[in-house]
């Protein structure tokens, strides 16, 4: 079995694969303070859940965008399994991952993750929306070339700011209101964070068409992924589990 985690600044998510199959899979919140024996303290009983021993497990591949947490895992899985991760980047995809960006060593692990399970998946060209702490576009052109993105506030840091400017407004729940004008204040405070957040993904996605000079699939992933892609009208798919597919590739190439 292979083990796959993938560290966002506000969630982790742990996934179990039998070869290809995705067996089990957790979201857990990240603790950015958590050492790695607490991260071993938090992973076991996960695992022992579901049955699986140490011994089930064979490998194990990291993506993270917190750095103290890649090694604080590192040390946790290395200690667990008795060889350290497969830790995920531009150069450790290798062939998976052609791109035409600047600087390839920039590009967060997730963002890697998501071109490399886009393409295998849906072909190229194609487009990922991943909706977590930031809102991530990544953009693989007809040729197969991670070329770039957009990245941008995602829902709930937009909504966290708003809360914490404005007093006088209540913390709500972001989900679809229904209708876009709001009859009180909180169906109007979900009117403006969550339709806009997926006007603003339509836009994007119609700027990035604009630019190529075509469309493509656009695939939706990340924690809100299910509740987003309703609402945008150029979402053709939606992937939960696209960036653990990725690093499972990765890994297994």
């Known amino acids: 079995m292979l083990l796959t985690i993938d560290i966002g600044n506000t969630q982790t998510v742990i996934g179990i694969y039998d070869n290809a199959e995705l067996m089990h899979m957790w979201r857990v919140a990240t603790n950015k303070a958590d050492t790695s024996d607490e991260l071993r303290l938090k992973l076991m009983p996960l695992l022992q859940s579901e049955g699986v021993t140490c011994e089930n497990v064979n490998g194990s591949v990291v993506a993270s965008v917190v750095p103290a947490l890649t090694a604080a895992w590192t040390r946790a899985l290395a200690g667990a399994f008795g060889e350290e991760p497969l830790v995920c980047s531009a150069e450790t995809a290798g062939e998976l991952f052609a791109t035409t960006y600047d600087n390839p060593s920039e590009i967060g692990a997730d963002r890697v ?113 299910t509740t987003m892609a309703p609402l945008c009208e150029t979402v053709t798919h939606v992937n939960p589990e696209l960036t653990l597919e990725g690093l499972r590739l990765i890994y297994e190439k």
């Open 113 to 225: 993750a998501d071109a490399v399970a886009a393409q295998t998946l849906y072909g190229a060209p194609v487009v990922v929306v991943d909706f977590g702490t930031a809102t991530n576009l990544e953009v693989i052109d007809a040729s197969g070339r991670f070329v770039g993105g957009i990245i941008a506030p995602g829902l709930e840091t937009s909504a966290a700011a708003l809360f914490a400017h404005a007093t006088k407004l209540p913390a709500i729940d972001l989900v679809d209101p229904g209708s876009a004008i709001g009859k009180n204040t909180v169906h109007a405070m979900q009117s403006g964070i969550v339709y806009g957040e997926a006007d603003r993904v339509d836009g994007f996605v119609h700027r990035i068409f604009d630019e190529l000079g075509y469309g493509a699939p656009v695939v939706a992933t990340g924690g809100l992924a």
